[in-house]
């Protein structure tokens, strides 16, 4: 089973700034089998960015993802109120089982 | 992407089979398009995939939850289901259906989402 890591636990920034989003994986990940989440309290996540890097539809181009093997990035140019939320990776390169990251809350310093 | 929708018992006492179904609109479940999947999350907890189903009944469940779950589907209701036996209180989360595009390889549609509580 692959597990992904992701760091920081906790991220404090103000509306404007960029936000780094990391995601570790205990082995290879194919970069086709990584997604990440956004979400919110209450909701259920919603699909940000799929094949490491290309965006979802209707996701604004602030949110972006980079990387391969066995570490990807997530990217927000500059946060927006609406950001503020928990980050989710996900793989699906080793399946069963898909893999979840422990998600990354971006929250308002 | 397509609607989702799940439904079942809100509580369910320990020992007991946890059943969930959702209802799938917005595009045929026999498409071919995705794995209809169910994930679960514990309160303030991180996300757990449960076990997925294809619409020609081919399945594929997490390892640590394989001996107590089945998921099955109904093509002619569009819904499949989720059975979890022998439940005990661990097993209280967000229970959430979804739908895995393998083409992509993510999760493209969420339902709401219900809360299961295992309590005597």
């Known amino acids: 089973e692959i597990v992904l890591t992701q760091s920081p636990g906790t991220l404090s920034l103000s509306p404007g700034e960029r936000a780094t989003l990391s995601c570790r994986a205990s082995?290879?990940?194919?970069?086709?089998?990584l997604a990440w989440y956004q979400q919110k309290p209450g909701q259920p996540p919603r699909l940000l960015i799929y094949?490491?890097?290309s965006r979802a539809t209707g996701i604004p181009d602030r949110f972006s993802g980079s990387g391969s093997g066995t570490d990807f990035t997530l990217t927000i140019s500059s946060l927006e109120p609406e950001d503020f939320a928990v980050y989710y990776c996900?793989?699906?390169?080793?399946?069963?089982?898909?893999?979840f990251g422990g998600g990354t809350k971006v929250e308002i310093k | 992407q397509v609607q989702l929708q799940e439904s079942g018992p809100g509580l369910v006492k320990p020992s007991q089979t946890l059943s969930l179904t959702c209802t799938v609109s917005?595009?045929?479940?026999?498409?071919?398009?995705?794995?209809w999947t169910w994930i679960r999350q514990h309160p303030g907890g991180g996300l757990e995939w449960i076990g997925s189903?294809?619409?020609?009944?081919?399945?594929s469940y997490n390892p640590s939850l394989k001996s107590r779950l089945s998921i099955s589907v109904d093509t002619s209701r569009s819904q499949f289901s989720l059975k979890l036996s022998s439940v005990y209180a661990a097993d209280s989360a967000v229970y959430y259906c979804?739908?895995?595009?393998?083409?992509?390889?993510?999760?493209?549609?969420w339902g709401r989402g219900t809360l299961v509580t295992v309590s005597s």
């Open positions: 082995q290879t990940v194919t970069y086709t089998y």
């Open positions: 979804a739908a895995y595009t393998a083409y992509d390889a993510c999760i493209d549609s």
């Open positions: 996900q793989q699906s390169t080793t399946s069963p089982p898909l893999t």
């Open positions: 094949g490491a890097s």
């Open positions: 189903i294809y619409y020609t009944g081919s399945t």
């Open positions: 917005g595009d045929s479940i026999n498409s071919g398009r995705y794995y």
